[in-house]
C-alpha cells in the first residue's frame, strides 16, 4: 500500500456520516422533487377551472411552489456536500454545512416556523462530526 493511499484513507467516522447523509438528503430530495412537481402539477390542473387564477391571486400558492423548489436545492446541496465528503474533499464540508444551516434558518424567516430545538441539535452534531474529519480531507 502507498503511503499516499494510506493518508487518504475514510476515517469510520466520516464513512458513518455520509452513509447517513445519503440517506437522509437523499430521501428528502426524492421527496422535495416529488412534491414540487406533484404541486406543480396539480396547480396547473387547477388553474384551467374557470376563476380559479382570480381566486388564487395572492394566496401565497407561489410562495409554497418555490419553498418546495427551496427545500430541493437546499437537500441537493447537503447531498452533494456529503459525496464530496466520501471523496475526501473538504469543500464538500462548506457546501453541507451553508446548506443544512440555510435549510434550518430560512423556514424561519419565510415561513415563521418554530423554532426548533431537536433540529438545531441534529444540525449542530452532524456539522460539528463532520468538522472533526476535515483534517482527514484535501
Request: charged share 10%.
Amino acid at each position: 500500500m502507498s503511503e499516499e493511499t494510506a493518508t487518504t484513507k475514510r476515517p469510520a467516522l466520516l464513512t458513518v456520516l455520509c452513509i447517513l447523509s445519503f440517506i437522509g438528503s437523499g430521501l428528502s430530495v426524492l421527496v422535495w422533487l416529488l412534491l414540487t412537481v406533484g404541486i406543480g402539477s396539480f396547480l396547473g390542473f387547477l388553474e384551467n377551472i374557470p376563476g380559479f387564477s382570480d381566486a388564487m391571486a395572492g394566496s401565497g400558492a407561489g410562495l409554497g411552489v418555490g419553498i418546495m423548489v427551496l427545500n430541493l436545492v437546499l437537500n441537493g446541496g447537503t447531498l452533494a456536500g456529503a459525496i464530496m465528503m466520501w471523496q475526501m474533499k473538504k469543500l464538500g464540508f462548506w457546501i453541507y454545512s451553508g446548506a443544512f444551516v440555510l435549510q434550518f434558518i430560512l423556514p424561519l424567516i419565510l415561513m415563521d416556523a418554530r423554532f426548533s430545538i431537536f433540529g438545531l441539535i441534529i444540525m449542530a452534531l452532524f456539522i460539528t462530526l463532520y468538522g472533526l474529519n476535515l483534517k482527514h480531507m484535501k
